[in-house]
């Protein structure tokens, strides 16, 4: 079983749909989680910080973090079709070296 | 003003062969990565260097060797390329080891095909 799972996809929805993206992971000691988006033939980009449980909010994108559950979630709001792309989360431990551990990704398309 | 760049971008190889992939980072960073990421999307880290220190080693054939010539770059040389040594080498530095998580900063990425 890996350390933190997530659905690839893939998913399609049309442009202004609410999407809602999903990780759960199995290292309670994880404290930083994180939203990376990928655009084809790119390298990942950081999207979403989330230190320990609680909500973020950025715009149209929102991280929530419930660590009682182990599980995480990104949703985005009024999805357009540029938000097409790759999401990946990511965590890390509290301490030590910053070793991020990613899900498979979720393959998104934002349909006009 | 490229933040982290890799070269070569494309890179398609025999099996066996030894090749290498370069990383330069112009951020100021103290910290830099490898990651490998295979044909479904699955991002790990490989190797990970603190002012050319290594930090990060996880479990990879010891034919992958980095190399930190200064806190600014980091590269990845493969020797006796595998067939499943073909993947997306991602480069990747942020500001300092420890304390709060830093932004991790990817690379462009190397595509490398080993025929």
């Known amino acids: 079983q890996k350390e933190v799972e997530q659905d690839p996809g893939p998913l399609s929805v049309p442009e202004g749909a609410i999407v809602s993206l999903n990780c759960t992971y199995s290292?309670?000691?994880?404290?930083?989680f994180m939203w990376y988006r990928q655009y084809s033939r790119k390298g990942p980009e950081l999207l979403m910080y989330?230190?320990?449980?609680g909500n973020k909010e950025d715009g149209r994108f929102t991280a929530q973090v419930d660590k009682s559950s182990k599980y995480i979630s990104l949703f985005i709001r009024d999805s357009q079709p540029s938000d097409s792309a790759t999401y990946l989360c990511a965590m890390s431990l509290p301490s030590g070296a910053q070793k991020l551990v990613f899900g498979q990704g979720t393959r998104l398309t934002i349909n006009p | 003003d490229t933040a982290v760049s890799q070269t070569p971008k494309y890179l398609v190889t025999q099996m066996g062969n030894d090749k290498s992939i370069k990383c330069e980072q112009n951020l100021g960073h103290d910290t830099m990565y490898w990651y490998k990421q295979d044909s479904k999307k699955f991002l790990k880290i490989m190797f990970s260097y603190n002012n050319k220190e290594l930090i990060i080693n996880e479990t990879v054939p010891n034919r992958f060797s980095p190399k930190s010539p200064d806190k600014a770059h980091l590269n990845l040389h493969i020797n006796s390329l595998e067939l499943g040594d073909s993947a997306v080498y991602f480069c990747?530095?942020?500001?300092?080891?420890?304390?709060?998580?830093?932004?991790?900063?990817f690379g462009p990425g190397t595509r490398l095909t080993v025929l």
């Open positions: 990747a530095s942020s500001l300092r080891v420890s304390g709060s998580r830093d932004e991790q900063f």
């Open positions: 989330t230190y320990s449980s």
């Open positions: 290292n309670s000691a994880f404290q930083y």
